[in-house]
């Protein structure tokens, strides 16, 4: 089975979207740290993030916080909830990370992991028939998620032309 550590951003947006029952679906059993639990549950996270988190469903196992003092790098480029996934990404053996921050990405790809984020996730989904891609997408845009410009539009015309 494979394992799969998600940060923060990843989360918290598919929740936002309706679209958090596809993690389970993609990948079975998520890990995260303790840090990503205590963002989601922020007092400045959405309402049905924080209630989501208060009662997480048994496909999310919260971990610890791993030692990630050791990585300058990570200690002044990304935040506790990125820093965190990356090293419990490590210390147990990840085969995938979800992550959207820029940073982190980077980061995680320097380290030897295969990295993919909110988009990935749906972009997955609407290839396994999971999810429409276009409602998906504009759910995602009536929330704080940040993208390049052009890169949905790019997604949508990719997937458009495999249906040809």
């Known amino acids: ?25 993609l990948f079975g059993r998520i890990v995260v740290p303790a840090a990503v639990r205590d963002e989601l549950s922020h007092r400045r996270s959405p309402a049905a993030v924080r209630a989501w988190i208060a009662a997480p469903p048994a496909w999310l196992e919260i971990r610890p916080n791993p030692d990630d003092s050791t990585d ?24 995938l990370i ?17 990295v993919t984020g909110t988009l990935g996730v749906l972009d997955l989904a609407a290839q396994r028939g999971m999810v429409d891609l276009v409602q998906a997408f504009t759910r995602l845009k009536g ?7 052009g890169l949905l539009d790019a997604l949508l015309a990719q997937r458009s032309e495999e249906k040809k």
């Open 98 to 114: 979800l992550m959207d921050e820029r940073e982190g990405v980077a980061i995680a790809r320097a380290h030897g992991f295969a």
């Open 72 to 95: 300058r790098a990570m200690s002044r480029l990304l935040g506790q909830g990125e820093r965190a996934t990356i090293a419990l990404a490590q210390g147990i053996g990840a085969d």
């Open 143 to 149: 929330t704080s998620f940040h993208y390049r410009q």
């Open 1 to 25: 089975m494979r394992v799969i550590v998600t940060d923060t951003g990843p989360l918290n947006y598919l929740l936002q979207i309706d679209a958090i029952e596809l993690l389970p679906k």
